[in-house]
């Protein structure tokens, strides 16, 4: 579970790494009153489980005159569709250098993994993509109880000293925690010294008993219909709708779209032995998603038996262009009727894919 960046910011003090003094303010709060403990110049920032808050408006400057407005503002909107609760007002730290530090886990060494760039304040995907040679990364033996100082000597490369025991207190947390990703984006410099300007802490949900958590995330509408309906469904900013049957299938229609140039709106797994009421149910599901230009369905008839599919995909009757691939059980009376009504059935998931590729562009 992501925990909020408060929350991931009290557990990051306690570790002694510094953060910005802040409070948390939620609807109806004084946050007047509340910047006051703060300063004078303050950054608002919304508490939403999304990441990018800042491009999409959810960090906000303010001062004492406008804080309590910006805080009314923001706690009366959405981030990328998730309605903001509560915000964290926080003074104004002047940034000097934005680093990146993370500490996951590497799977093919089974340690964890720590990345340090100078490159901070943007997305490490950005910056793996734009200047990978910028970001340094090196594993550290599960067994080591501290970070040794010839890595946090490589991992810093130049970087200033001062942010080399902010890498031993993050692998403190990480372990304490039983997190499988903990990151400061950005640990930052300033003329008062080091400050972790953001944070993110992702608990490992099979410890969250022992380490005292419980589920507190806001889903989306959409989250909520796809978990009452039992897919397992998880959002994306691309244009291509992707339903499937079992998670590698569904995983492989996504990296496929990817490789293909394409962009994957979502990840949903119909699971096994659907009909045309589940069908038609994932189908409109991903119909209502603004961001949709068309919709992949790659289903494996087994249980799950093709002509149902298609019942459940004409039910469904979204205005977006649907691409199918369906094998298996009842393969040709599914074809059929997909025909009957106008929808491309296409016998590969190479070609489906590319078609769909095709239509969003
Ligand atoms: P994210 O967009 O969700 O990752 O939110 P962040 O907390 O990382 O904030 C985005 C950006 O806002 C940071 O990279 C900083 O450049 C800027 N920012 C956040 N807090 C402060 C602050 O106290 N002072 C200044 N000058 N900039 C800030
Ligand atoms: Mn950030």
Redesign the pocket.
Known sequence: MKLL?YEAKEILKEAGIPV?KGILIRAGDDACAGAAQVGDLV?V?AQVD???????G??L?ADSSTVQDTADRLLSSCIKDVPVHAVLI??????EH?YYLSISIDRSSGSPLILFTAS???EIEEVARTNPEAIRRSTVHPLLSDVPGYTIRYLLNGAPKELGPVINRLYQVFRSRDALLAEI??L?TTPAGVYA??AKIIVDDNALARQGISENRDLTDRERKAEEHGFSFVELDGSIGVIGNGAGLTMATVDLITVLGGRPANFLDVGGGADRVRVAHAVRLLGSMPGVSVIIVNLLGGITRCDEVAAGIIEAGVSQQVIVRLAGTNEEEGRSMLNKHGYRMLDTMEEAVAAAVEVAR
């Open positions: 960046e910005p950054v920032k999304v990441g990018g808050r800042g491009k999409a959810g960090i400057m926080e003074e104004r730290i002047a940034i934005e901070g304040g943007v984006n950005p930052v300007a953001d």
